[in-house]
Antibody, heavy 123, light 112 residues
Framework: QVQLVESGGGVVQPGRSLRLSCATS????????MHWVRQAPGKGLEWVAV????????YYADSLKGRFTISRDDSKKTVYLQMNSVTAEDTAVYYC?????????????????WGQGTPVIVS | QSMLTQTPSVSGALGQRVTISCTGS?????????VQWYQQLPGAAPKLLIY???RRPSGVPDRFSGSKSGTAASLAITGVQAEDEADYYC????????????FGGGTKLTVL
């Protein structure tokens, strides 16, 4: 079955960097875009970034101000989120999610599989 | 970052019909972008419930339905069950931002 497993979260000091990973299995990774979505404690969902199936297109939430970078390694079926200059406002559970559409650039049409999330605490 | 507007909480008795609304603007839902709905059970990851405004992924019970009109969308649950108690989020796309996916603030459904 399709599985997404995030890792790399933990406690990090303000101003430092952290890299999250999302290992996938059960589907043709190279044919789907991948997202990161976060959820601050007691708050709603906030979209963070997306990378297209071919890695050519990357989009980010404006609020991140260029501090985060999404990337993918198709040989490892893994997507990454590099987080730089973190602040307390970045404290959240970070989910990776698979785009619903096969080989599509219309990344806003839904995320059909989600990982269990990895917590990031900036303190 | 802009956000779609959802009522923070809604409640319904077991077996009743409940609707959850999601209001956008002319730059997102009103511009023709499709709406998705996600269910998040307590302590769990979100789950896709509705995509493309009104389509259900396989495995989602048919008591869940979605609709869209103008700048708003709705999720209806007919015959609400105790296991439906969860947070529900709508999601779309905002063309006024640089390629931004947007979510609603979420609605907490309480089953009485």
């Amino acid at each position: 079955q399709v599985q997404l497993v995030e890792s790399g979260g933990g406690v990090v000091q303000p101003g430092r960097s952290l890299r999250l990973s999302c290992a996938t299995s059960g589907f043709t990774f190279s044919s789907f875009g991948m997202h990161w979505v976060r959820q601050a404690p007691g708050k709603g969902l906030e979209w963070v970034a997306v990378i297209s199936y071919d890695g050519n297109n990357k989009y980010y939430a404006d609020s991140l101000k260029g501090r985060f970078t999404i990337s993918r390694d198709d040989s490892k079926k893994t997507v990454y989120l590099q987080m730089n200059s973190v602040t307390a406002e970045d404290t959240a559970v970070y989910y990776c999610a698979k785009d619903r559409e096969w080989r599509s650039y219309y990344y806003y049409r839904g995320m059909d599989v989600w990982g269990q999330g990895t917590p990031v605490i900036v303190s | 970052q802009s956000m779609l507007t959802q009522t923070p909480s809604v409640s319904g008795a077991l077996g009743q019909r409940v609707t959850i609304s999601c209001t956008g603007s002319s730059s997102d839902i009103g511009a023709g972008y499709v709406v998705q709905w996600y269910q998040q059970l307590p302590g769990a990851a979100p789950k896709l419930l509705i995509y493309g405004n009104d389509r259900r992924p396989s495995g989602v019970p048919d008591r869940f339905s979605g609709s869209k009109s103008g700048t708003a969308a709705s999720l209806a649950i007919t015959g609400v069950q105790a296991e439906d108690e969860a947070d529900y989020y709508c999601q779309s796309f905002d063309m006024s931002l640089s390629g931004s996916v947007i979510f609603g603030g979420g609605t907490k459904l309480t089953v009485l």
